[in-house]
């Protein structure tokens, strides 16, 4: 069974840009999480997309957004980037929820210069 | 409020040498509990969960944990380390109501002395 894909593994963008990630659950999880690891904060959960709606949000700024296909698949846009917005972000999915081990992507590392 | 405390950032130990690492929470639901562990540059990997039940369960690469009610605890512990297991271990939580998170614990960096 495939893991998580998480696309692309890097990037390097400047301020005032905008960026999408894009995550490929593992088949038939139904949930999607996306996370925000920096080593100052640690792992944030960003939100939480359940059969194409988004269930639970973090404590985000709303340039932070995402959505989630019919497919499951999901990606995340972060427009107007600020150096701050510099982390490794992280995809997860389950088959349903909260109330089970999320399997990771290996992640999207993304650089604000 | 929702909140899990890893209190050792970085912990160090030597080959061979048991392991403990310590994980609270504060959850108002039903807790489900998790241990990950991430390599450098690695996305997170299950170590082990608890849903309920006997309150020591097994995971991979010989790691357990203990849920202890009472402490709101559940640490991780293996009985003999490796160098391989040098990593970054993360304690979560969740639950089964839509209106709670899965919430992460700070991390606990370990290095181990060959």
């Known amino acids: 069974k495939a893991g998580v894909t998480q696309t692309p593994r890097y990037l390097i963008k400047t301020r005032g840009q905008q960026v999408t990630l894009s995550c490929s659950p593992i088949?038939?999880?139904?949930?999607v999480s996306w996370y925000q690891q920096t080593p100052g904060q640690g792992l944030q959960f960003l939100f939480e997309?359940?059969?194409?709606?988004?269930?639970n949000k973090g404590n985000f700024p709303g340039r932070f957004s995402g959505r989630q296909f019919s497919n499951s698949r999901s990606e995340m846009n972060v427009s107007t980037l600020e150096l701050g917005d510099s982390a490794l972000y992280l995809c997860?999915?389950?088959?349903?929820?909260?109330?089970?081990?999320?399997?990771f992507g290996d992640g999207t590392r993304l650089s604000i210069l | 409020a929702q909140s899990v405390t890893q209190p050792d950032i970085h912990i160090t130990v030597s080959e061979g040498a048991s392991l403990e690492l310590r994980c609270n929470y504060s959850?108002?639901?039903?807790?489900?509990l998790f241990w990950y562990v991430q390599s450098p540059g690695q996305g997170l990997q299950l170590l082990l969960k608890?849903?309920?039940?006997?309150?020591l369960v097994q995971g991979i690469k010989g790691f357990e944990a203990e849920f202890k009610r009472s402490q709101s605890s559940f640490n991780l512990r293996k009985p003999s380390v490796h160098w391989s297991d040098a990593a970054e271990y993360f304690c979560?939580?969740?639950?089964?109501?839509?209106?709670?998170?899965?919430?992460f614990g700070t991390g606990t960096r370990l290095k181990v002395l060959a």
């Open positions: 608890y849903f309920s039940g006997d309150t």
């Open positions: 088949s038939g999880h139904r949930s």
């Open positions: 997309y359940f059969s194409e709606t988004q269930r």
């Open positions: 959850y108002g639901a039903t807790p489900y």
């Open positions: 997860a999915s389950s088959l349903t929820g909260f109330n089970q081990p999320q399997h």
């Open positions: 979560a939580v969740g639950a089964a109501s839509g209106t709670y998170k899965y919430i």
